[in-house]
């Protein structure tokens, strides 16, 4: 299996600001990366697929980087709806799809 | 657009079968992967299973030998069984729509909103 790893589990953080949250892979997984966007009570939203290439509609903010073993979603300025819990999840094997444990975002 | 509701019972006995179905409106079964992810506390997300519009199927290994989906294009939907349910399979389940080429998954695109099964005698 690959298991997927986030840090941090959680961080507040104010509307403007720059945040980073990293994903891990226990080996490489090329690009095979997506991010997803959850708040409470509602279904996961995929957000970038593909390590870097942004979902439709989603805004340009959002950005996402990396290769192989490490990767990052960066929101550049950080919006009230923004406040959400971020997965990654991999891709590379498509016999066994897994997400990361989460990173949830909340307000300072 | 494309949206997806997921349908079946809230509450399942333990030992007994839980059997859901997902109706896709606004849109097409094909060229697409139709999958079923759940998330509970304990578990996160966890991937169950998916197939493509053509039939093929793909399941968790952890979870293969309980679980088999289905496709009928002919309503647009999908439906999923899992046997002999424990208190571990209560869960948010949620149906949604895959991405990708003809032979590789990419990414989960559209999600349904989810239902809460729980599993309790």
């Known amino acids: 299996d690959i298991q997927m790893t986030q840090s941090p589990s959680s961080l507040s953080a104010s509307v403007g600001d720059r945040v980073t949250i990293t994903c891990r892979a226990s080996?490489?997984?090329?690009?095979?990366l997506n991010w997803y966007q959850q708040k409470p009570g509602k279904a996961p939203k995929l957000l970038i697929y593909?390590?870097?290439t942004l979902q439709s509609g989603v805004p340009s903010r959002f950005s996402g980087s990396g290769s192989g073993t490490d990767f990052t979603l960066t929101i550049s300025s950080l919006q009230p709806e923004d406040f959400a819990t971020y997965y990654c999840?991999?891709?590379?094997?498509?016999?066994?799809?897994?997400f990361g444990p989460g990173t949830t975002v909340d307000i300072k | 657009q494309v949206q997806l509701q997921e349908s079946g019972p809230g509450l399942v006995k333990p030992s007994e079968t839980l059997s859901l179905t997902c109706t896709v409106s606004?849109?097409?079964?094909?060229?697409?992967?139709w999958s079923w992810i759940r998330q509970s506390p304990g578990r996160g997300l966890e991937w169950m299973a998916y197939l493509y519009y053509s039939g093929s199927t793909y399941y968790n290994p952890s979870l293969e030998s309980r679980l088999t989906i289905s496709i009928d294009p002919s309503r647009t939907q999908f439906s999923l069984k899992l046997t002999s349910v424990t208190a571990a399979d209560t869960a948010i389940y949620y149906c949604?729509?895959?991405?990708?080429?003809?032979?590789?998954?990419?990414?989960?695109?559209?999600w349904g909103q989810g239902t809460t099964v729980t599993v309790s005698s």
């Open positions: 080996q490489s997984i090329s690009s095979y």
């Open positions: 606004g849109g097409s079964l094909n060229p697409f992967y």
């Open positions: 999840q991999q891709s590379y094997s498509p016999l066994l799809l897994t």
């Open positions: 949604t729509r895959g991405v990708g080429g003809r032979y590789h998954i990419d990414a989960f695109d559209i």
């Open positions: 593909g390590a870097s």
